[in-house]
């Protein structure tokens, strides 16, 4: 389809205009033709009457419509400066979780062995390696979708990390202490929000990966820190991503558990959505 780049981007809001608020369908159609055409947003911006020409338009169409994430019609997402590819089978990255890993980073320069459970798209992992290269890395998952899309981006992003399927419910079973620091964005979405949920959310990313029975909210942050106690070294620390109504209670769980310091602390948009304990 040849049009002039006002047009592109009408039409393809015009597609989305139910699944999003007008100015987040424009912004997320400007970044999806910028990409298929390889041209800045900010040229499609500067001149707007220009032709362009996109020659799978309908498909396009169609998948926005459907309401597939932007990051999974490109197979690809920035997440903290590094191009992680992504596709059905994995959680697209979040910015929240840039502040979990930046949080990391900063308050453990010196971590020698670390594990990330519940990788995912090995996102966490993989941003932890390139900001400690001398530390050792374990990534675990469930889901060998998920681990061959982890294993995809440590060869992509020349990370040397060592991944492992298993159960975030039995980690002593798969992994060995001792380990400075564990950090885990586990499932934490209890079932009953799911009609609260995004269609591009709900119907596209693996839902193994994002719910928990309404009446153990805590399931997972309860079977790792119990794990925790046994695989961290005297001093290590257990990071977490929480859902923001729960993090008062994981952090008590924790206290309950037998961990000696614990903190919840908020993100950019005052939101509790980290929950820092140590041994």
């Known amino acids: 389809m040849i049009c002039t780049r006002r047009e592109a981007i009408r ?35 500067a001149d707007p009457d220009a032709t362009i020409e996109i020659p799978d338009f309908e498909q396009l169409a169609q998948e926005l419509a459907s309401g597939r994430p932007l990051q999974y019609i490109v197979g690809h997402t920035e997440f903290y400066g590094l191009d992680f590819r992504v596709r059905e089978g994995c959680l697209i990255p979040r910015p929240e979780t840039e ?71 039995s980690l002593e079973a798969w992994v060995e202490g001792p380990f400075d620091v564990i950090v885990s964005n586990p499932p934490y979405i209890p079932r009953s929000e799911e009609q609260l949920m995004r269609k591009n959310v709900l119907d596209f990313e693996p839902h193994e990966a994002l719910f928990v029975p309404d009446k153990e909210p805590l399931l997972f942050y309860r079977a790792i820190g119990r794990s925790a106690l046994n695989l961290l070294s005297p001093n290590g620390s257990l990071w977490f991503e929480v859902h923001e109504n729960f993090a008062d209670q994981t952090a008590e769980m924790l206290k309950e558990e037998g961990f000696g310091d614990v903190e919840v602390i908020c993100d950019l948009f005052d939101k509790k959505r980290m929950v820092w304990s140590r041994r």
């Open 11 to 45: 039409l393809l809001v015009s597609e989305i205009r139910s699944l999003y608020e007008e100015h987040e369908a424009a912004t997320l159609v400007r970044r999806l033709l910028a990409e298929r055409c390889e041209i800045s947003e900010a040229a499609l911006l």
């Open 99 to 169: 502040e979990l890993v930046d949080k990391i980073l900063k308050k453990h320069p010196s971590a020698h062995r670390i594990l990330d459970v519940g990788t995912g798209s090995g996102c966490i992992a993989i941003a932890l390696k390139k900001g400690l290269p001398e530390a050792q890395i374990t990534a675990l998952d469930r889901s060998e979708e998920a681990l061959e899309i982890a294993r995809e981006n440590c060869l992509h992003l020349a990370a040397e990390i060592d991944l492992r399927k298993g159960d975030a419910l």
